[in-house]
């Protein structure tokens, strides 16, 4: 177990070397950074100084080396753009998109896991094949576009909804949060929707299939037969069956959330992460995109990482390579 | 169907309840015609389309924004109406969805193909092949499809002559679009081959000395379609969409020879304005198309996924 | 319905929950696109400027004409030809209380000029900044400079005390070692003071109630606060749903959605930036094209039929809704210098076809367009209207249009890698000078040397901005006069000989002056400067 662990952190940490490696190799080709950061007039020579300064004539190999060096004690450099520690920006940003990606998971749990559940016991009905339907419908239709018809409709034609940003925002401590106040919610809401669309449907149709399973299972059988009410059947025995497969997907599901709502922070203007790594891209901000990129390796990796070690306890299947190793 | 199929693929498919399946469920079979129409009228569409959108001489920006048919100032000419170019939607959308359809078809199927191979390596092989192609996914996951895409086309725009960048875009987006897929068939193809390699079939090929390569593609492989198959086609729609995606980032197929989601990413702009009609029918193409195979995706699950069998 | 979209509003109201609400006027705006610092010398740039504009003040000031007005200088005379001197406004206070004195024009002087600062071209090297007394400076210049003054409107002053105190190291560009105290900070004059900067976020001002001219103000906002929204459907919607006051720019198509909504409007009127097209006029070889051995562009021939066959009509009642000026000059009218008596060479695709057959290009040619596609108002759309026009005289065209970060770095030096492309610039001076100077001058270091020559590129000042490489041994001649000429009329007149030859040679296709257009709801009055600069001077919100 302990070595297992060991070889993963050392793997880890590989990838995390890699990632940040193969982002500098990438900055070369999205654009000039200076020409993003002097005006019309500034003279060619004077380019050449900046980009000098900025480091960009050093090989790819010393620029990386310097960004890993300087990461490795904390500094992430001053972004481009912003002429700030990118670590501050992140952080400024980070609540704002964590807040974002729960309150969008929760949605989707709320209305995913009813959903489920009633058309995993009631395949046949009509009602399932419409939920099943129009959950497809959600998901078939690109997020920039949905978010758009949310807006069009919600915000400007009924004007009930916040079309933009995160309302006012409280500060506890070096979080902030919008929850505390009405404009938060009504900020919050649609984003978090069109961002939960497509795991609400994902999580509506594992639980409906992981529901169809178990209600075939021996162990319902039984408790079907021992007298048990069909209520207690469902959500006691076969619901909790059903949610180890589930949390363990929404967890993982999380990170792709957080680290793919760019879209939705894009077209709700939600200050989040996301939305400073699209602007920093636009702009070729090179220390925001390597920091951005290296935050969400963290994330996958951690969040990979666990999902292994649960696995490792849980499933011994899953460790056949490790005793084939041993023996 | 496939049912006088002597192959090892799959084997679901070959037992009647597929075919039964599919004939119960009347809105798999909708699904399936609308399916089939929209793809064979999309690459058909150089013989069908009333005007061709890809010849600039074809297009005058006199008839721009011209309405549906339908609408008081439509003309019959230009039946969805024309967009801010002056080119005529219908023909658009026809030869757009032929692009989306390729680049949904190729993407997908370059993923698929890589996530076998890797999957079954790592599964199979386990150790240290398995930890390094594992860290590989893990990589590759933790970079958004625009930054792949960027990447690809920087790339090969430094590397190739210039003659050739005209065809790039469309490279780029397959590119782009199979490397987010392929970890996701990896990591299900991997877990797969896990638990298939224990088995005892398999264990039994290992012990009369068959080697792993005959045992990977001849035992494994079968048994393991049934799960690549669903998320191919899952996927096939999610390609559909990212190229959209990519389109509204901005590192689309260009405007002159435009996809669905370039189409849709122009067509945006007027969503508040009159000319509704330029991102509607553009935008209903899609959902219809990749609802349908959605639908078709959700009838193969049914039908090939062992936990619902 | 509509008292609910009021509520929204309300509830939608940003920060200002606890100034005092009976007389507090908030202004809400947002912007494409943020500023990058608040230090007013890094980024020249005009919204970056004009936004700064508003806490900071220059000697002079550019009213919503244009028209040259005082600020933190009274008066200002020629003394000598060379000599400068600006009497300057006596009981300013900087934000920070120190009161404004000539110590500070010339740490200004020296802190616009030095390293680092992206508006050097503000005040030359050689001019001498002296101070006579603590209200009187004088600039000194080389040569006679008659218009030393045209680029001081976003010149502002800053406090030589407040520098020295906050450890300035002058200005900085991001990406260094560490940020700058100026970055996040700013210590103005002018009428409004920050309170809060979210980088990218949102950033708060309020009014300055210690101004020197509040009593003369004429804006009752008394706290402004500005987003960024980049997206475009984003922003109108932010407007359309009440969330903002000032929206700028709304898409063209969008305009009729505003006046549709009862509640808000679109201002708009003619922009001081042309768009026009460059041609690669410098290469023996086109990059992008299927004529080999030779460049088509380099024949005027071929120059005048592609300008022939810009239906510029099609394109400025369809593409631009009728919000453009179509140009005949590469000056648009309120540059000093431009004039009506230019008129555009006709669209006649008859006499293009001929001229290109005449050149010996009867079947056309393929050609490549680079356009950017998020900078200038619908211009990917133009390019593709373009093409689409090339192609009914056999011109081939391939239109790239890419995002600004990467068409500007593909199309200007040193890469020059285009063979036509779209740009578009506002002359900073508001003067004909600029433009003929960096856009027409010959881009090469003597008259020997090969005019865009691969080792000078980065060391090319005159004609720095020339990419298609348009030469003319003449121009150069004449522009070295417009320099030293002092004369306003002889000056003219040189100005309009070197328009009349660069048109005459068809060393750009000049498209049109883009119209700008902001939306504001209809409570809200201001005036719209056709440099784009939002000056909230002139904002008042009514009941």
């Known amino acids: 177990m302990a070595s297992f662990i060991l070889r993963r952190l050392i793997q880890s940490g590989i990838v995390l070397l890699a990632v940040a490696m193969i982002a500098f190799l990438m900055f070369r080709f999205i654009g000039d950074p200076v020409s993003q950061m002097v005006g019309q007039e500034t003279t060619l020579a004077e380019r050449a100084e900046l980009r000098e300064k900025l480091g960009l004539n050093d090989p790819v190999p010393v620029q990386f080396l310097r960004f890993v060096g300087r990461a490795a004690t904390g500094n992430f450099g001053i972004s481009y753009q912003m002429g700030q520690p990118v670590d501050r920006l992140l952080a400024e940003r980070l609540p704002a998109t964590l807040e974002l990606s729960v309150f969008a998971m929760i949605i989707a749990c709320l209305i995913g896991v009813p959903l489920g559940v009633y058309t995993g016991l009631h395949p046949k009905r009509w009602l399932s094949r419409l939920f099943l339907v129009v959950s497809l419908i959600g998901i078939s239709l690109p997020t920039f576009f949905t978010g758009i018809m949310l807006i069009l409709v919600f915000g400007v034609e009924l004007g009930l909804l916040s079309t933009f940003g995160r309302g006012e925002t409280t500060q506890i401590g070096w979080w902030t949060t919008g929850l505390l106040s009405v404009s938060g919610w009504k900020s919050i809401i649609m984003p978090a929707f069109t961002l939960g669309l497509f795991q609400m449907t994902f999580i509506m149709r594992l639980i409906r299939s992981e529901m169809m399973e178990v209600m075939r299972t021996d162990f319902i059988k039984f408790a079907r037969a021992r007298g048990i009410s069909e209520g207690k059947i469902n959500f006691g025995h076969a619901l909790r069956n059903t949610l180890v497969p589930v949390m363990t997907i929404v967890g993982m599901q999380l990170g792709s959330i957080i680290a793919f709502g760019i879209i939705t922070e894009s077209v709700f203007q939600w200050p989040g992460v996301g939305l400073l790594f699209l602007q920093a891209i636009s702009t070729a901000d090179i220390p925001i995109m390597s920091t951005y990129l290296l935050l969400v390796a963290v994330l996958f990796v951690a969040i990979n990482l666990t999902v292994d070690l649960l696995y490792y306890v849980i499933d011994p299947r899953l460790r056949a390579d490790n005793v084939a190793r041993g023996a | ?309 | 319905m509509k008292k609910r979209s009021v509520l929204a509003a309300l509830t939608g109201l940003l920060l200002c929950a606890s100034a005092s609400m009976s007389s507090a006027e908030t202004l809400r705006f947002a912007a494409q696109g943020d500023i990058n610092s608040l230090d007013p010398y890094v980024f020249d740039e005009t919204f970056t400027t004009g936004f700064l504009g508003n806490m900071y003040e220059g000697l002079i000031r550019r009213d919503a004409d244009l028209k040259i007005q005082p600020a933190l200088a009274e008066s200002w005379e020629m003394v000598e030809p060379t000599r400068w001197r600006f009497k300057l406004r006596q009981g300013v206070k900087f934000h920070d209380g120190s009161p404004f004195t000539a110590d500070d024009v010339l740490f200004s002087a020296g802190r616009v000029r030095a390293n680092g600062s992206d508006l050097k071209n503000r005040l030359s090297n050689d001019t001498k900044v002296v101070k006579i007394d603590d209200y009187t400076v004088d600039f000194i210049t080389k040569t006679p400079n008659p218009i030393i003054m045209y680029q001081w409107g976003n010149w502002y002053m800053m406090s030589k005390s407040w520098a020295e105190k906050n450890g300035d190291k002058g200005p900085q560009k991001g990406g260094g070692e560490s940020e700058s105290y100026s970055t996040l900070h700013e210590n103005g004059t002018g009428p409004f003071v920050l309170k809060l900067r979210e980088p990218g976020i949102r950033t708060t001002m309020e009014a300055n109630k210690d101004w020197w001219n509040a009593a003369k103000a004429e804006s009752n906002v008394t706290e402004v606060v500005f987003t960024p929204i980049p997206n475009s459907a984003t922003r109108v919607a932010a407007l359309l749903s009440g969330q903002m006051d000032v929206i700028m720019p709304v898409p063209l198509q969008d305009i009729e959605r505003l006046k549709a909504s009862g509640s808000t409007q679109a201002i708009i009127g003619p922009e001081l930036r042309t768009i026009y097209i460059v041609m690669d006029q410098f290469r023996d070889e086109l990059v992008y094209s299927n004529v080999k051995g030779k460049n088509p562009l380099k024949d005027r021939r071929v120059r005048e039929a592609l300008y022939r066959a810009i239906d510029i009509e099609a394109l400025k009642s369809k593409v631009m809704r009728n919000m453009a000026t179509p140009s005949a000059l590469m000056v648009a009218p309120g540059i000093h210098g431009s004039s009506p008596d230019f008129k555009r060479i006709p669209f006649d695709i008859q006499k293009s076809k001929a001229l290109l057959a005449e050149a010996g290009y009867p079947d056309g040619f393929e050609i490549g367009l680079d356009c950017s596609n998020d900078r200038y108002v619908n211009d990917e759309a133009i390019c593709l209207a373009i093409a689409n026009m090339f192609s009914k005289v056999n011109i081939k065209v391939k239109v790239t249009a890419q995002t600004k970060t990467k068409f500007f770095q593909k199309v200007h030096a040193p890469y020059l890698d285009f063979s036509l492309s779209m740009l578009g610039s506002t002359p900073p001076s508001y003067d004909s000078w600029g433009p003929i100077n960096s856009l027409h001058e010959c881009p090469r270091l003597t008259p020997q040397s090969a005019v865009w020559a691969e080792e000078d590129r980065m060391k090319v000042t005159a004609g720095k901005s020339n990419n298609g490489g348009y030469c003319n041994p003449e121009v150069d001649r004449l522009a070295a006069e417009i320099l030293a000429e002092t004369d306003q009329e002889k000056r003219d007149a040189l100005i309009r000989k070197v328009w009349t030859i660069t048109t005459d040679d068809i060393a750009y296709l000049p498209i049109h002056q883009q119209w700008l257009s902001w939306g504001v709801r209809n409570n809200v009055e201001l005036k719209q400067r056709a440099d784009d600069v939002f000056d909230w001077r002139y904002v008042n919100i009514k009941k």
């Open chain 2, 1 to 309: 169907m496939t049912s006088n199929s002597t192959g090892r693929f799959l084997p679901a498919l070959r037992d009647s309840d597929a075919w039964h399946k599919f004939k119960g469920s009347p809105l798999t079979i909708g699904a399936a015609i609308i399916a089939l129409l929209m793809i064979s009228s999309a690459l058909l569409s150089p013989l069908i389309a009333p005007h061709d959108p890809f010849d600039p001489r074809a297009i005058d920006l006199m008839n721009s924004l011209i309405p549906p048919a339908w609408h008081e100032d439509g003309q019959s000419s230009f039946l969805l109406g024309t967009d801010d170019q002056g080119r005529d939607l219908l023909s658009a959308i026809l030869y757009g969805t032929r692009t989306s359809i390729i680049v949904g078809f190729v993407s997908v199927g370059a993923a698929v193909l890589l996530g076998l191979v890797a999957g079954l390596l790592a599964g199979y092989l386990g150790g240290f092949i398995d930890g390094f192609i594992m860290r590989v996914v893990d990589i590759q996951m933790t970079f958004p499809s625009i930054m792949v895409a960027l990447l690809i086309d920087g790339i090969s725009r430094s590397l190739l002559p210039r003659e050739q960048h005209d065809q790039l875009a469309l490279v780029v987006i397959i590119l782009a679009l199979s490397l987010s897929i392929w970890p996701q068939v990896a990591r299900t193809v991997r877990a797969s081959t896990m638990v298939e390699k224990n088995r005892e079939y398999v264990q039994a090929a290992r012990v009369i000395g068959r080697p792993a390569g005959i045992i990977m593609v001849k035992h494994i492989l079968p048994n393991v379609m049934g799960p690549v198959l669903v998320i191919a086609t899952i996927n096939f729609g999610v390609a559909i969409l990212g190229e959209a995606t990519l389109s509204f980032l901005g590192v689309g197929i260009p405007a002159s020879e435009p996809s669905l989601g370039t189409l849709i990413r122009i067509g945006n702009n007027f969503l508040f304005s009159g000319e509704r009609w330029i991102v509607l029918y553009p935008g209903l193409t899609l959902a219809l198309l990749v609802l349908a195979i959605n639908l078709l995706g959700d009838w193969l699950r049914d039908v090939l996924d062992p936990k619902l069998r």
